[in-house]
């Protein structure tokens, strides 16, 4: 089946429905939580450099907030749809909730291709995002962060622009700011890391010693790179990595049978974690097609790039070695690959735990500019260790009592959290 013709709202509203299913929820929760509270889609004008003005479609969709302001990133991609932004707060509001901080589901995004804009003009499209939404985002209602394309550099100007439009400083207004400006230390690699403290919890379940694991990776940017950073600090091998190239339009795998060398494969990646192919060859990688990092003979696959990566099709290829998948990426599996992979009994990390690393420092980084006072690396990445493995135990554990897959268990715990605060709220 065609990767194009899943519509994640879909996925989100079907992940949804079978947790609603297994709590016997009440119509009226469901008729809430199914759908997002409020979104917005406006117009964008930007000025390009070479004096024309093009206009820009943009989001920002809330999904809930009943535990506490919206939280969620502003992507930046071609393919953008109002589906995928809102299939994103949802399972944001979910995430939010799992690791058990006090925040709700939002996400934005616009349709663009940063590749092809200057910086200029990618200040003009973040300052353009901001002046349309200002009104209704806020420190205290809903804070956006980094997504896909979308860097610290475009959090400041969003800052920047939001400070000028209410005239005080408002750094908690957004995360993944630049250390310095905002940011917290850490959080470039806290999703990443997040990823890892959950495969090295599994790991220690299974009773394997990740010295003798090897992995492969969908993916080389922020999400990825971290987690190949800390995974190989465990002692794991990393066979391959798969990412964009933007010049092909196309994905490739690049493998290594002893394992890829992290700083070299950094000095040949760009900004959007796209890697030169030419010089990735000259370095000795296999250059395979897009597809193959899932059919490699590995111990865990870590889906870090897009949605709807892991299909029906490709699921049926993933080696009988696999004991872990960790979804790096948000909604990277569809609700028929992940049949099969329930059924060949792999350990699935599902996105809403695997990847909540990152929303779990934005907290932090939240809790840090609202106070103006900031803390040490060691001190973030140990609070993140702490957030992470309590929850990994915590829906562990769940789904060990209830015999539930690890993603119903998490799906449980979440929208059960959710669904009470709406009622004890009296929206329900
Ligand atoms: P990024 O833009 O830094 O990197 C994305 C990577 O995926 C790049 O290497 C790109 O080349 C690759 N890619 C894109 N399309 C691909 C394709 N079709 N085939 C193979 N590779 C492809 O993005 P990121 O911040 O690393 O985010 C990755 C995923 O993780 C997204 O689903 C995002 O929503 C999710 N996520 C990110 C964060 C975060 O803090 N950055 C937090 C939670 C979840």
Redesign the pocket.
Known sequence: MNKKSYNPFEVAQKQFDRAADLLELDKASRDLLRNPLREYHFSIPVRMDDGSMNIFRGFRVQHNDARGPGKGGVRFHPQETIDTVRA?AMWMTWKCTVVDIPLGGSKGGIICDPHNLSQLEQERLCRGWVRQIARNVGPLSDIPA????TSAQHMLWMLDEYEAIHGTKNPGFITGKPVGMGGSLGRKEA?GYGTIITVREALKELNINPEDTCASF???????QFAIELYQQMGGKIICV???DQEDQT?YSYRKKDGIDLIELLNITDS???IDKTKAQELDYELLP?EAWIEQDVDILIP????NQITADNATKISNRVKIIAE???GPTTPEADKIIREHNIFMIPDLLA?AG?VTCSYFEQVQSNSNYFWEKDEVLGKLDVQMTSAFIAISEFAKSKKLYMRDAAYVIAVNRVAQACSDRGWV
Do not use: I, K, R, Y
């Open positions: 994103l980094p997504d896909v394309m999703t969908q993916g080389f940017g922020n999400v990825s798969s990412c964009w994905g959007f974690g796209g897009g870090a790039a897009l949605e790096g990426a948000n990847n990152g």
